[in-house]
């Protein structure tokens, strides 16, 4: 069975400063998605990026990144130039066909002013 | 990007009675509809899986009587809780996708309280 696991349970990093999240996961298909979500105070979830496990090209979008790399099955989100408004839980997740997304317990991020 | 609307926001209720949560893909049309239960500082719990016209898959432990879900049309999915206790307050949180290997996007979620 699939699994997405998440080894920090909280983070914290200066505001404009560089954070990264880490995500391993399990699995022995080769075709997959994997997501990252946002999940701030409102609880509204917000999907932050996606990364199709067919290209080796990592994400990109404006301050946030991944590190993909599929023989390790880790995937990991950098933050740039983090702000306030980044403060939230972040939920790695897994998709595989047919359809049931896999989270991981989230990692917490703290914003320091 | 897509908007998912769920329905109500909150909801308190009395013990015993049935409380319906609606959630309605607004700009596309959702084959798959998952439903979530989120405790307070944890990750996502998945309850059941609903394609369009078919009966939900619901998850192992997960009591399909008791979280009844419907999937009637492409754009909304319904769970009833019914005869709710105490122990159903939670955070619901659905979310709909186009199938496959896409994304999918999350309602607000609806805030149940069992009184």
């Known amino acids: 069975a699939q699994t997405v696991t998440q080894s920090q349970p909280e983070m914290s990093v200066q505001e404009a400063e560089t954070v990264t999240l880490s995500c391993t996961y399990d699995?022995?298909?080769?075709?997959?998605?994997l997501f990252w979500y946002k999940q701030p105070p409102s609880r509204q979830m917000i999907l932050v990026i996606r990364?199709?496990?067919?290209?080796?090209q990592n994400a990109t979008e404006n301050r946030f990144s991944v590190n993909f790399q599929k023989a390790a099955k880790s995937f990991s989100l950098k933050i740039s130039d983090s702000q306030l408004g980044d403060a939230a839980m972040y939920f790695c997740?897994?998709?595989?066909?047919?359809?049931?997304?896999?989270f991981g317990k989230g990692t917490r991020l703290h914003i320091l002013p | 990007g897509a908007v998912v609307s769920q329905h109500p926001s909150w909801v308190i209720c009395k013990s015993g009675t049935s409380v319906k949560i609606e959630c309605r893909s607004l700009?596309?049309?959702?084959?798959?509809m998952f439903w979530y239960r989120q405790f307070p500082k944890q990750s996502l719990m998945l309850m059941a899986t609903s394609n369009e016209g078919s009966k939900a898959t619901y998850e192992q432990g997960v009591e399909k009587d008791k979280f009844l879900i419907n999937h009637a049309s492409l754009t909304l999915s319904t769970l009833t809780v019914t005869s709710a206790h105490p122990e159903d307050s939670s955070f619901y949180i659905c979310?709909?996708?186009?199938?496959?290997?896409?994304?999918?996007?999350f309602g607000q979620g609806t805030r149940l309280t069992v009184v």
């Open positions: 979310s709909a996708s186009t199938g496959g290997n896409t994304e999918a996007f």
């Open positions: 990364q199709e496990a067919y290209k080796q």
């Open positions: 997740a897994y998709r595989r066909a047919p359809n049931k997304i896999i």
């Open positions: 700009d596309f049309q959702a084959t798959t």
């Open positions: 699995t022995s298909e080769s075709d997959y998605y």
